[in-house]
């Protein structure tokens, strides 16, 4: 069949028309339609962000109530100070004068950080260990509980006995005093701190 | 409401029939000979190109014929059939064939009834006038192929020679002869009689004669039947006729003009009944799928405007489908509006609420996850306690009941985490050691006192080693031994114990290694236990 423009030219111009502004309209609609439901989508974002934040402020907050007082607590122990060599020897130095433990030695090692996993210490903390141990005699075994005592109370960081050992040695005179068993241990100070970097991180969402 | 045009074209002239409802009347009727014609047809163009219109022929330029083809399918009998219209209609433009039936004899071939138009320069006349005037036919149809539709309401024979008579100017009658054989139109012609009382009858007898003896030559009519005449004539000439003797081989049936439109739905008070008009309106009321002639330029120009009427139709479409899309997004863009304004409020809620949540907590350092973090590391390394108090509390409770058994040392330690609380490394320390318990027991070495539940614990143990002695031992190895063994299981049985391993026992009595003593020495009944504790608290001094 030829196809005779003329006979088609009106009808053609006038759907080609009418789709155009049809097209034109719909597309408006869609384009307005699709603005604001993108705004409100952000909008939605905004709003799911503010409340991502505010719950996050109210785990925060039942952290503090939860942790607050045990922090103190260890705080105040010193935990999170720097190293206190001095007072540790002070304190030794003093009990076994106070216990007359003459033959008491002793020695500590250098601060190192510790990097054991067995410990899952965060990646947020530094934790420093000092590794102090002595040999000393004892004419109780209770002058070993008083040197790890008196070494505990001090505020100094965290202290743990590694290893002990307390053996009885009889009757002998040892630089004219009686001494019943000799002792050695091992004993670790630790002390953390926190990394500034990882703190400005963790802190961001407040 | 819906009308149609049926532009009914004869030898002489074009009448246009307008057809609506149950009504049939005549727009117009345009003598060829007028030279008027012309401007009269285009004062109705307009009309005509708002309705549907059909072109009906009513010409004595109509042949018929009957033709013998092979049974052939597809293209093979559109090339037949075609091959035979050209033959017999050279032009093409106006030829039309059905098939009447199948052979069932021979080579069973099909018979096809072919009709055509030889002389066309009647209708081109009347063709060009419609096509210059824009007017849009939607199918060519012609009288005698459709009078077997028409007389469908009478019942009739088989085979019937349908007789419609229309009187002319001039004081002539024109007939028209339709022979149909079971419903296949086989020939029509069209004869004209003086209108003459005396001689119109005998005339007509003549012819119907005639007719007869021509369809005889043929063998067409059926032997020893008389041939069924229809006769719709005008009333005078119907009642000039039943005076007088049928034509022989005949039998006359006369039809009213007027009962037959009313069988067909007409209602015909505004003009005369004939075979035309019935035609007309029939084609107006239930018109044939298939128009009977394609001119080239109607045919053409109908297509267009089919092609118009999509575009029309598909302008419409687009606009209420826009027009629905738009309406619809433009509701749901007021919805949107609607929630993005209680968006906005609950956004100015929750930023209020968190402003107010957040002021409390600034300038807090450390921070909530710092505190955690210190607060578990400490927890973690002082979950384990072996201070000397501790350890010599725990003893001094087990040891209650066996003052006959002396410590002389203890060694403890934290075991490291990750190893078990009784490991292959412990045993193999031991100078008894031995894997097999029973082998232990048997040589008076080693024992095992595994507590109540011997999972070995993840957690992290102390371990204590104690080395002590039997006190006022008096050669008595065996009751010393079971003083060993029962301080050992007492241990196991606390609480806060993971295991206990005999070390030493006052004798070794193990069969795989050599046993030397000189009675004159004397004898210190050492033992030994290793103890794992598995207490993991913060002791009140953490």
């Known amino acids: ?206 | 409401m819906k009308s149609v045009n049926v532009f009914c074209v004869n030898d002489n002239r074009l009448t246009v029939y307008n057809c609506r409802l149950s009504e049939i009347k005549i727009i117009d009727s345009f003598d060829f000979a007028d030279t008027s014609v012309k401007l009269r047809f285009e004062e109705y163009a307009d009309f005509y190109k708002k309705t549907k219109n059909y072109l009906l022929l009513d010409v004595s330029v109509e042949d018929y014929h009957q033709e013998k083809l092979p049974h052939v399918h597809g293209s093979d009998r559109k090339l037949l059939i075609r091959r035979k219209l050209e033959k017999y209609f050279p032009d093409g433009e106006y030829c039309y064939s059905t098939l009447v039936k199948r052979l069932k004899v021979g080579r069973r071939d099909d018979i096809y009834a072919i009709s055509g138009i030889t002389d066309s320069s009647v209708i081109s006349q009347v063709v060009s006038g419609i096509e210059s005037s824009c007017i849009d036919i939607a199918g060519v149809f012609s009288l005698p192929l459709l009078t077997e539709n028409l007389i469908s309401p009478v019942v009739h024979k088989d085979q019937i020679l349908v007789v419609s008579c229309e009187e002319e100017r001039g004081g002539r009658y024109s007939f028209r002869q339709t022979f149909i054989d079971n419903g296949h139109l086989y020939f029509s012609r069209q004869t004209s009689i003086l209108s003459s009382p005396d001689q119109s009858a005998d005339q007509f007898r003549k012819e119907i004669d005639r007719t007869w003896q021509y369809l005889n030559n043929k063998h067409v009519l059926t032997a020893g039947d008389r041939m069924q005449v229809i006769l719709l004539t005008p009333p005078e000439f119907g009642r000039l006729l039943r005076n007088e003797a049928v034509a022989s081989h005949s039998e006359y049936l006369f039809v009213d003009p007027v009962e037959l439109a009313s069988a067909h739905g007409l209602r015909a008070d505004n003009c005369a009944v004939s075979l035309p008009v019935i035609a007309s309106f029939f084609l107006s009321k239930k018109t044939p799928k298939k128009s009977h002639y394609q001119p080239k330029k109607l045919t053409a120009f109908h297509n267009h405007q089919k092609i118009n009427k999509f575009l029309a139709n598909a302008s419409i479409f687009v606009v209420i489908a826009a027009v629905v899309v738009s309406v619809m997004n433009f509701i749901a863009y007021d919805n949107e509006v609607l929630k993005g304004e209680v968006l906005s409020y609950n956004e100015k809620e929750a930023v209020a609420e968190l402003h107010s949540k957040s002021l409390g907590f600034r300038g807090i350092d450390p921070s909530p996850q710092e505190l955690q973090a210190m607060v578990d590391v400490y927890r973690t390394i002082a979950s384990v306690n072996s201070y000397p108090d501790f350890i010599f509390a725990f003893l001094s409770t087990s040891f209650a009941n066996f003052q006959d058994l002396a410590i002389s040392g203890i060694e403890w330690y934290v075991k490291p985490e990750g190893e078990g609380a009784w490991s292959e490394q412990d045993d193999s320390m031991d100078e008894y050691s031995s894997h097999d318990d029973s082998r232990a027991v048997a040589a008076g070495g080693m024992k095992v006192q595994p507590s109540s539940d011997q999972s070995l614990s993840n957690t992290q143990p102390i371990v204590i080693d104690i080395q002590g002695s039997v006190k006022g031992f008096k050669g008595n190895y065996r009751r010393a031994i079971e003083r060993v063994e029962f301080l050992s299981s007492h241990i196991s049985a606390l609480n806060n114990v993971d295991n206990v391993i005999v070390t030493k026992l006052p004798l070794n009595v193990d069969p795989s290694i050599k046993t030397s003593r000189a009675l004159s020495t004397a004898v210190i009944p050492h033992f030994g236990i290793r103890i794992f504790l598995n207490r993991r608290v913060l002791d009140n001094e953490h």
């Open chain 1, 1 to 206: 069949m030829n196809i005779e423009y003329y006979l088609l030219r009106r009808r053609l111009i006038t759907f080609l028309t009418v789709s155009v502004i049809s097209l034109i309209v719909v597309i408006a609609s869609v384009i307005l339609l699709n603005s604001k439901q993108n705004s409100n989508a952000i909008m939605e974002g905004k709003i799911q962000s503010v409340h991502a934040n505010t719950n996050k402020l109210m785990n925060d907050a039942a952290l503090i109530e939860a942790y607050q007082a045990d922090y103190d607590i260890i705080s105040s122990r010193g935990f999170y100070s720097e190293e206190n060599r001095l007072s540790w020897i002070e304190q030794l130095e003093k009990t076994a004068s106070r216990l007359h433990l003459n033959k008491l030695q002793y020695h500590i090692d250098p601060q190192q950080q510790v990097l054991d996993s067995n410990h899952n210490i965060p990646a947020s903390i530094n934790l420093f260990k000092s590794t102090l141990s002595f040999d000393t005699d004892l004419v109780h075994e209770g002058d070993l509980v008083d040197i790890v005592k008196d070494l505990a109370v001090l505020s100094a960081g965290l202290l743990s006995v590694d290893s002990c050992k307390i053996t009885k040695v009889g009757e002998r005179l040892v630089g004219g005093s009686d001494y019943n068993f000799t002792a050695s241990c091992e004993l670790s100070w630790y002390k953390a701190n926190y990394r500034e970097g990882m703190a400005e991180q963790m802190s961001d969402g407040v």
